[in-house]
């Protein structure tokens, strides 16, 4: 505080209070010998503006002084005994001063001194209390701006651990099927990586994104039901009935694919159980509905599909991911996001 730009100008206006305040109280009892209210206002200016000044001097070194005393004091305390040994040492060569001037006998006296340190350590006090209010809230304000950046990066941390976790799975599963594919039929073969292209561009291209609008993951969806239906034939049977009406809506990249990908990770998919998935939109949600037929022998997990996407979600809206399940089928609500204006 004591550094503050402006510092002279509330230096000049203490010492103006101080001027008026002591002039029109105890004036005569500070100074019981004849003084022009000049070298009144100049002697208490003089104590004011050293009192300011010594401890902007022994706060610009409070560190170097705090290490000392291997940081076992509050830099406050610490700054405010200093600052009280300045004040009587000014107060005494101030009061020398006065005597010279005046012409008096060189020998200070204890009344008179005894005074103007009290007027000296008010002065010293208030200056001290000021600057632990604004210690304390540039304190706080550095603790909450730190907490805040904390807390920021520890979410986007958590968000990019998260968005992480959803490709390489379905990448594995489509180079098998291509590999396969290249010896069969090289027309579908083509197509099929046309189609992939399309999957990994939309990926690449929002894999900085939190959300995506609702039309352009249908897009992309589309292009990744025909990749599972070459991988899966008659065994899967995929249905989009969502609309692209909502052009105000948004979702998480690649939420859907992730919760087909989930949906045949845990269901048998065959040709004697073909598994169907159903995609649409109902009530400010889109609605991922299975058969559930659940593999006797379920595939080791990392517990990340459904989780991972509670977990994006928690960062994206209050509205929660809501799992429905019956003994005959699996559902999964997600919300759809609008974007403030």
Request: glycine content about 2%; aromatic content about 12%; some cysteine.
């Amino acid at each position: 505080m004591f550094g503050v730009r402006y510092r002279y100008f509330f230096i000049l206006a203490l010492s103006v209070y101080s001027y008026v305040n002591i002039r029109y109280t105890v004036g005569d009892k500070l100074f019981d010998f004849p003084i022009s209210q000049v070298v009144l206002f100049l002697a208490l200016a003089l104590v004011v503006l050293a009192v300011w000044e010594l401890n902007r001097f022994a706060e610009a070194r409070l560190d170097k002084i705090a290490s000392f005393f291997h940081k076992r004091i509050h830099p406050l305390i610490l700054l405010f005994g200093i600052s009280l040994l300045n004040v009587g040492v000014v107060c005494f060569l101030v009061m020398e001063g006065l005597y010279a001037v005046l012409n008096m006998p060189i020998r200070v006296n204890t009344a008179h001194l005894t005074l103007l340190m009290a007027f000296g350590f008010r002065v010293n006090l208030f200056l001290n209390c000021i600057n632990a209010i604004v210690y304390y809230m540039n304190k706080l304000k550095k603790t909450q701006v730190e907490a805040e950046q904390f807390k920021k990066i520890s979410v986007e941390a958590r968000f990019e651990a998260l968005r992480n976790q959803i490709n390489p799975h379905f990448l594995f599963n489509s180079f098998n099927v291509l590999s396969t594919l290249v010896y069969k039929d090289q027309d579908t073969a083509a197509r099929f990586i046309e189609q992939l292209s399309n999957v990994y561009r939309y990926l690449l291209y929002n894999q900085e994104r939190k959300v995506v609008p609702l039309k352009d993951e249908l897009a992309f969806i589309e292009s990744y039901i025909y990749l599972l239906k070459i991988r899966f034939g008659e065994n899967l049977s995929v249905k989009n009935e969502i609309t692209r009406n909502g052009e105000q809506f948004y979702v998480a990249p690649a939420v859907l694919q992730m919760l087909i990908e989930n949906a045949i990770k845990h269901n048998v998919v065959s040709r004697k159980n073909p598994l169907e998935i159903v995609l649409r939109s109902e009530n400010g949600s889109i609605e991922v509905i299975n058969n559930l037929q659940e593999k006797e022998i379920k595939e080791e997990s990392t517990q990340t599909g459904l989780k991972n996407i509670q977990d994006r979600y928690l960062f994206l809206t209050e509205r929660q991911v809501k799992i429905e399940k019956s003994p005959l089928r699996f559902t999964v609500k997600i919300p759809l996001l609008e974007l403030a204006k």
